[in-house]
Structures are given as C-alpha cells and as structure tokens.
C-alpha cells in the first residue's frame, strides 16, 4: 500500500469511522486526502499533522457533498496536492430522524445529495482519472448501514438511500474489474462514534453475541484490509462486519 493515494471522505472528528480510516491507511504506508465538513475550528490541520508524524503525505479540504460539483472539488483537490488517487473510500453520509409522518421531499433530497449523488459522481470521476493514469490496481470502498439486515424504523431517506449503493456497489464492480478497480461496501453495524448516548449503549450491548458495541476501529481495519493488495480477488460485496449483532 506505500507510495498510493487515497480519499476518504466525512472525516469531521477524532472518534469517526473515517479518522480511524485514515490512521490504518496512513500506518500502511498510504498518502492521505481526507474531507471534512462543519469540523471544529483546527481540527483537521491538528488531524492532518497526527497523520504526517506516520511518515506520509497528507492534505484535507472543507467540502460541502450537498453541492453537485462537489465530486470534482475533492478530486482537483487530491491531485493538486497529492497525486491521481487509487483508492476512495466513500465514508461521508447524511443521517435524520424521519418516519412516515415527517419525510417530506426536502428531507429526501437532502439525503439523496449526499448519500447517492456525491458518491456515485465521485466514484465515477475517480476510475475515469484512474484510467487516464495508467493505472492497474484500485479500490473503492463504500459504508453501508445494513439497511438489508433488518428493519430502520423512521429512517426511511437515510434506508432508502444506503440501499441504493449498495446496489450501485455491485454493478459498478463489474464495470470496473476490467480497470483492475474492486468494489466494495461495509457495514459496519452500530458504532460507537460519538453519538450513542449511555442509555442507548446500555440497550444494545445484550445485543451484541461478541460481547461489546462496535468501535470505529473495527469498521477501518477491514477497510484497510479491502485497500491493501491481499483483497484483490474481492469485489461487488457487501460485508457486515457487526460483531454478531441481533436485531431480533
């Protein structure tokens, strides 16, 4: 993995899956370009610096996914600063509240702008640059929800769209294995990235058959493992990495 490039996207704090992302690609030997959106103020340089000390490059920009040239920002962004990337790591999601009383078109929108559209045109852009490069091996890796696993009840936009990659991740792998460009999805289960809250931890842990509620370092070590050299013969899979999680 030394001496490639990858995006990663929504990587707005320090407990998120895409800066645990960022850390197991960079120990690998990976340059990093990573998005961040709403961060606090010096974060993502202060993040930034954390990945250099692992002696490789890395560069960040504040992207807005909702905007629809946002795919481009991100891309002439990675190669200004780093180089044609040859691996992305489509991480960022839009998440509300919403049920069949409050979905409205707005909501739908909002969630089909980010969840869909910024990473479909992302992940387009990138094998079409990946195939101007020259190169011979890449990978995209999206993040599901296991939306296919069970019922999300009152997350009908946020469902409807991660189902929709998932769709998107199968397909698209058979386009670009020809690219020598594997394809693939993670769901990653609940994770504690900050926003469980006590009581909620206190209801899913008899949940979990492994014993303890996932952590973000779970979900980015296999991801690590889809962009490194030993997953090449994987592709247009969704792998639930849930730590045995019961949704009964």
């Known amino acids: 993995m030394a001496n490639q490039i990858a995006v990663v996207t929504g990587v707005s704090h320090d407990y998120g899956i895409g800066a645990a992302t960022c850390l197991?690609?960079?120990?690998?030997?990976?340059?990093i370009f990573f998005t961040h959106w709403q961060s606090d103020s010096g974060w993502p340089d202060t993040?930034?610096?954390?990945?250099?000390?692992?002696?490789v490059k890395c560069a960040h920009a504040e992207v807005d996914l909702s905007e629809p040239e946002a795919y481009l920002q991100i891309l002439q962004g990675a190669e200004k600063s780093l180089g044609v990337p040859s691996i992305l790591i489509n991480n960022a999601a839009y998440s509300t509240r919403d049920g069949?009383?409050?979905?409205?078109?707005?909501?739908?929108?909002?969630?089909?702008?980010v969840n869909i559209r910024a990473a479909m045109m992302l992940s387009v852009a990138f094998a079409r640059r990946f195939k101007q490069a020259g190169?011979?091996?890449g990978r995209i890796i999206n993040l599901t929800s296991g939306q296919a696993q069970g019922p999300m009840v009152e997350e009908l936009a946020y469902v409807a769209t991660k189902g929709a990659i998932s769709a998107f991740t199968l397909s698209l792998s058979a386009e670009l294995g020809p690219l020598g460009i594997t394809v693939n999805a993670v769901n990653p289960g609940p994770t504690d990235t900050g926003w469980m809250s006590e009581e909620l931890k206190h209801a899913l842990l008899p949940k979990f058959t492994l014993g303890r509620i996932g952590e973000a370092k779970d979900a980015a070590k296999l991801i690590a493992f889809l962009a490194s050299e030993e997953s090449a013969w994987i592709t247009g899979q969704v792998i639930n990495s849930e730590g045995g999680f019961l949704r009964q």
Do not use: N, S, T
């Not at 197991?24 to 340059?31: I, Q, S, V």
């Not at 078109?105 to 969630?111: F, Q, S």
């Open 24 to 31: 197991e690609l960079a120990k690998a030997g990976m340059d």
């Open 47 to 55: 993040f930034a610096k954390e990945i250099q000390k692992l002696g």
């Open 100 to 113: 069949y009383e409050k979905l409205d078109v707005a909501e739908l929108d909002a969630h089909y702008a």
């Open 135 to 137: 190169y011979h091996a």
